[in-house]
């Protein structure tokens, strides 16, 4: 069993930044992907970002790209997000999520694990 617990989210204008954290528990942390996905009002849970367990290979959704940063401290059991440049369409609820699969892993369903989520507003 994996618990996830976010952090950092807040509300910040267009154009700023924020770090979003992901505490996990267990042992095993190093062993899971983890992902980094977001929910906007009436829309559907979209990807963001994820890295796999070894750290080698991360993967950004395109409305992102260039902008979020995905980093994990395995020492520390967390993942993070660092968000510059952000935009009103960025408001969202971001939730990291952890999965031992290796396959699929910009799909929702893929991950097994969900924290609770932290609100993101950005103001225009």
């Known amino acids: 069993q994996v618990q996830l617990v976010e952090s950092g989210g807040g509300l910040v204008q267009a154009g700023g930044s924020l770090r979003l954290s992901c505490a996990a528990s267990?042992?095993?942390?190093?062993?899971?992907?983890m992902g980094w996905f977001r929910q906007a009002p009436g829309k559907e849970r979209e990807f963001v970002a994820v890295?796999?367990?070894?750290?080698?290979?991360?993967y950004y959704a395109n409305s992102v790209k260039g902008r979020f940063t995905i980093s994990r401290d395995n020492a520390k059991n967390t993942v993070y997000l660092q968000m510059t440049a952000l935009k009103s369409d960025d408001t969202a609820v971001y939730y990291c999520a952890a999965t031992s699969s290796g396959i699929s892993i910009l799909t929702t369903t893929t991950y097994n694990y969900w924290g609770q989520g932290t609100q993101v507003t950005v103001s225009s």
């Open positions: 890295m796999r367990r070894s750290g080698l290979g991360t």
């Open positions: 267990g042992r095993t942390f190093s062993t899971y992907t």
